[in-house]
Structure formats: C-alpha cells, structure tokens
C-alpha cells in the first residue's frame, strides 16, 4: 500500500517543526506543496524529489500526490502551521475518496493562533475560537454570525486570512461586528511573519485594531473581557480566581 | 537577566517536540513541570536537573521557576500539548509581575485539538472553538453559554477537559445544550492518549456521544453541519464548493 503524509511544518523555520514532520520527509519519495513552502524546507532534504503548484490549485496538488503514490512513490504534501487548520488534510481525504490503496498520515504541526500566541505572550489561554476572513469558500453571512456568536459568548477570537487585496476593509468590518459585544479598549494582538524573517507583534486595543492595516501574513488576536496587557504582552487569565 | 522558557511538549512522546523544544531543554540547568510531564521528557536529558510539583500546585510551579531563575539558572517550564492553551504560559506572566530581570520566551507546541484531529481525520479545517469543560476556575454558566453560542454559529468545537470523577455527567450535559442547534447526526469524534501507549479514536454521532463515557485523558470533537464521516475518518470541508 502506498503512503501519503500529510504534514503540517509549523511557521516556517526549521526549527519549528516537529522530529515526526522531519522524519516523514526523510522517509519520502517526493514533497510536495505549495511553492513557497516548498522553498522553505529545500535546503535541509538536498536529496528529494520536490514538486510545486501554486496557489488556489489545491485540488490539483491532491490529485497529484495521490498520482505520484500510485506509482509506488512515498510522498510528503507539506502545508504551512497545521495541516489540519485550514490545511490540505481535509481536501486530501475528500479528493481520496477516488483512491484506493493510499494511506494517509496526518502529522500535525505548530498553528498560527499558537504560534502566533508565542510571540504575544499568552492571549489563548482560556476558551477561543478560529475564524477565517475569507469569503472565498465560506458565505460573508456565516463568518458574520460566527463573529458575533463568538463576541457574545466572550470567547477569545483568531483571525486567520484577516485581509487580502480585494478585501482590504474586512477586519474593520469584523471589528464593528465583535463590538457589538466586545468592550472599545478589549486587549487585542496582531503578528506578523510567525516565526520567519521580519516577525513583528503588537499589542492594541479593539478600537485601535479597527483602524490598522494588516497583510495577508498577520494573525489578529482579540482578547476576551478578561484579558490584559502585562509588560507589553498580551494575556488571558486561566480563570476567574486570582494569582 | 535570567531566563525561562516555558515550552509546550506537544502529546508526549518525543518525535512530536519541536527542535526548538529540545534545543532551550538542551540550553537549561533545571526542568520544571507537573510530575507526569518531567517523566516523558526525563530520559532524553539525562544531564539535567528536575523539579516536579503536584496539580492543582501551578502558581507554586511558576515561583518555583522564578526564585530558580533569580539564583542565575537558565529554566524550562514544561506543558504537555501548547503551553499556551490552557497551559502554563499565562500563569507565568501574571506571577512574573512580581519578578524583574527574567525574561520569558514562549515556545509553541502542538495541542491536543490539531494532535487529536491528525488522529481522527480533518475535523478542524474550518472555523472552529475551543472550550473546556472544567468549571474549577470558571462558572458553569460561562460554559454554558458558550456551547450555545458555538453551536449556534455552526462552529466545529472541540472540548478540552470533558470529564472527571467529579463532573462524570458534564459531557451528557454539554451534549444535550449542543443540540439546541446542532443535529443529532452530526459527526462527532474522540480520541483518548493522543500519541501516547494506549491511543484509541473513535468516530461516533452527537446522539451516540451523549451516552459514551470518556475520561479525563479524552479530546472531544463536535463536527460543523458540513463534517461528514469519510472511510472511517472524521473530515470537515473547506468550504462550500464542491470538490
């Protein structure tokens, strides 16, 4: 039977990823992903096969890792964080669907929300949600109704994919949505390039937030009605008991 | 200035610890943790000294990694999965208000929500929540309300701390206010000892999940109304284009 894992690499160094990510790709035929991931781990596995497909071909790429696998090849598809938010895993079972024989193996990773987390200091600690600006698969109405349910709810929330070109006011309107619920002067955090060159983080309030321009390569961090700023950090208390 | 690194471990076994988990444990004179989690590690630094507390002792743990930092000992403070998803890396901070001169670094790790998920499929590729069902430090209303929010908005909602001796009954409950909103099918999973001796998943409905008993070593998923079971595995799609 034939092998696919699935690997999440984490933020992008080396150092980031897991013994088990590294070991599946050296036990690979071939790696496969998205060209700038790809670039990412080239260096450290001088001698694999590496096979690129760019963006928004996904269905593409699962198609060809289960090709390159029929032919007997052991293969890595590698995606950027966890492969299992809002990773390739999903799509690789469904696209699997069509074959048999390969056996897929999921090695999970370091995300953005808790990568990200890191460098702020420590805004997840109780209850939070992921959500994802992007409208591309998803209703703008659905990723509405989450904003708001979370908002209510005092959840901590992350944005993933906060902004693109053609959506560049969307974390302001997800703004306007949380504070319907969510305090003005809500401790939030925005991290940039997670673990690679030109990491950079900053700690805001939610009214601030609302007016700052991020890139597609931020995660935003809302705090919940307990979170605070600490020495420059952000941080949410475990519970409702004091230290 | 002193240093501590608080770092996420990952499930447990050491092939999912990051290189940069392992190089500040390499870089430390002491490593600090709950018992259970200085066990796992123990053996792979040999040279080390260790300092375990028992639980419900975590803001002695965090003095205990301040006053040995204070004497110039470079420290590790150990968590199993993120150290910074209902981990340790908050405590630290609001403790560390107390301290000067000690820096912290955040050292990611996978948690039990994306390690769980590779072992039951994809259950997580789209918008989800974390909550925690252990009402010690935070009100049962609060939970409450948030599974009703979550399930409102159609989130996928993994549950941390589903059950203990004493909250037997918690899950049941948690259950049946889940669904208010969500179907009795929908696909559900769980898995117990993520990459530890003894991991077991299981992939079940909502309606058979009110009825199963889980421990407390058990990460419990809730699938979107999108999430369907696919050869066994668990599996959310991206989005709402079809494949």
Redesign the interface.
Known sequence: MSKIYVI?I?PGN???????A??AMKNSDVIIGYTVYVDLVKEHFPDKEFMTTPMKK??DRCVLAFEEAKKGKTVSMICSG??????M?????????RYEDVDLE??????AA??G???L????????????LSD????WE??E??L???S????VICLYNPSSKKRHDYLQKACDLMMQYKAPETVCGIVTNIGREGEAARVLTLHELKDTQVDMFTTVFIGNSQTRE??G?M???????N?
């Open positions: 999440g984490g080396y150092e980031q990823m897991t013994g088990r590294i070991q996904e269905v966890d492969a299992g938010v809002y990773g895993s999903g799509l690789m079972y469904e696209v699997g669907e999921i090695i999970p990773g370091v995300t808790t990568g987390a890191a460098v200091g420590a805004p997840l600690i109780h209850d939070f949600c992921l959500i994802s591309l698969l998803t209703p659905k990723i109704a989450r708001l349910g979370a209510q709810a005092d959840f600490i020495n950090k941080v949410t208390p475990r519970g409702y008991r230290v």
